[in-house]
């Protein structure tokens, strides 16, 4: 039981990492792959100090992982299944909103 509640903790400490949009769609733009910091930069039109701010908390998570090469440094997903993750929740919520806008048709049509 005590390894079943260290395991809750855990995941509640990840999940408040990823209660971050900007976070989430960090994980989106590496998921096909590792980019370094500029690259990043670029793709979601966020200054650098934010990204490397969000990255720097990513990687000491476990989230991410990075290496340096020369001037560098590239970021990557440190377990494919995040990316998995991460596509479930959009899944379910993107399913959430299908609902609702059904639910609200039906009201709307009375």
């Known amino acids: 039981m005590k390894k079943e509640k260290s395991i809750y ?3 509640a400490e990840i999940c408040k990492i990823l209660s971050s949009p900007k976070r989430i769609e960090i994980i989106s733009a590496l998921k096909d792959g ?3 910091v500029t690259e990043l930069v670029d793709i979601l ?3 650098k100090a934010n990204v490397s701010q969000h990255l720097a908390v990513m990687r000491l998570k476990g989230i991410l992982k990075s290496r340096r090469d020369g001037v560098n440094i590239y970021y990557s997903i440190a377990n494919p299944k995040v990316v998995q993750a991460c596509a479930l929740m959009r899944d379910v919520l993107n399913e959430l909103l299908i609902e609702r806008s059904r639910m609200a048709d039906l009201v709307r049509k009375g």
Do not use: G, R, S
Request: aromatic content about 0%; charged content about 45%.
């Open 9 to 11: 903790e855990l995941q």
């Open 34 to 36: 590792e980019k370094t």
């Open 45 to 47: 039109e966020t200054p």
